[in-house]
């Protein structure tokens, strides 16, 4: 798993994450930034770069709000709260994507990035393959990848009836199962541990435990290449989905107990794909 090292970025995109569409004061960003030790100048700076870049929104002086062109990736990224309910049986088909043939370039590599969030691995040079068992369209991956990855000349459609010694490679190899569920193993228990201690310290150090932990977690389960039980279990990705819905509620109370005036959904959490993978 990645470091999840917090950057002004991704801090103030995970604050504007959760605001539930409502903008935030600069003076709630620069408190908040505080806490994790980011001053009030290198937040401003920052909000002023994701306002050139468009990432951001200002109603009105000193007001922000996430971009409308990020919804479908927030509303993805929100999708963990769903669970099991993010997939459907598998019939046995695969989403494909052929990726142009072509020299590495940062469109592309952020094109196979965002296939790899999406659960898609390489099955062949060029050819990147997923089981069909998710309830996204396949328009809906196109445009998730395409806000994502901002990738071109690729070609997503189902397919079926390859050989069954090539499904077995692929299904034996191209996903690391035993680490996956490792990972979530110990993800799980570290929020179970941080649960039972969290309401015991100091409002302050509650926020910083648990966004850093929520964010390890809800990375965990944005990246789970959520596989069908005929390849991978999904018994620990149940636990820690309902082990973080728990978490996030009493990661909620400390930050409404610092910030009365910052209404949150849930406990922020940065994530790299927030700003782009």
Same mark, same amino acid.
């Given at each position: 798993m990645p470091s999840h090292k917090i950057t002004p970025k991704n801090f103030i995109l995970s604050m504007l994450?959760?605001?539930?569409?409502?903008?935030?004061?600069?003076?709630?960003?620069?408190?908040?930034?505080?806490?994790?030790?980011?001053?009030?100048?290198?937040?401003?700076v920052t909000i002023t770069r994701l306002i050139r870049e468009g990432t951001i929104e200002s109603d009105e002086r000193g007001l922000y709000r996430l971009s409308e062109t990020k919804d479908l990736i927030r509303k993805f990224i929100d999708g963990w709260r769903l669970g099991e309910a993010r997939i459907i049986p598998w019939d046995g088909t695969w989403i494909s994507c052929l990726m142009p043939k072509q020299k590495a370039s940062r469109l592309l590599r952020k094109g196979v990035k965002g296939l790899q969030f999406l659960g898609f691995q390489e099955g062949m040079p060029g050819f990147w393959i997923r089981p069909n068992n998710l309830k996204l369209r396949l328009s809906n991956i196109d445009e998730i990848l395409q806000l994502l990855g901002n990738a071109s000349g690729y070609e997503i459609f189902l397919s079926k009836d390859f050989r069954e010694k090539r499904i077995l490679q692929w299904k034996t190899f191209l996903w690391p199962i035993q680490e996956l569920t490792r990972s979530l193993q110990v993800i799980h228990q570290k929020l179970?541990?941080? @649960?039972?201690?969290?309401?015991?310290?100091?409002?302050?150090?509650?926020? #910083?435990? %648990?966004? +850093?932990?929520?964010?390890?977690? &809800?990375?965990?389960?944005?990246?789970?290449?959520?596989?069908?039980?005929?390849?991978?279990?999904?018994?620990?990705?149940?636990?820690?989905?309902?082990?973080?819905?728990?978490?996030?509620?009493?990661?909620?109370? @400390?930050?409404?107990?610092?910030?009365?005036?910052?209404?949150?959904?849930? #406990?922020? %959490?940065? +994530?790299?794909?927030?700003?782009? &993978?």
């Open positions: 994450q959760v605001s539930n569409k409502q903008a935030i004061p600069i003076k709630t960003l620069v408190e908040c930034g505080e806490l994790f030790g980011f001053t009030g100048n290198t937040i401003r179970q541990a941080s @649960a039972n201690r969290l309401h015991k310290m100091p409002v302050e150090n509650a926020i #910083v435990e %648990s966004y +850093l932990l929520g964010s390890e977690a &809800v990375y965990c389960l944005n990246t789970d290449p959520l596989l069908p039980e005929e390849m991978m279990s999904g018994k620990y990705r149940i636990m820690l989905t309902q082990t973080m819905l728990v978490y996030d509620d009493l990661g909620k109370k @400390a930050w409404k107990k610092k910030f009365r005036n910052f209404q949150i959904q849930e #406990v922020p %959490s940065h +994530l790299r794909l927030i700003t782009g &993978v």
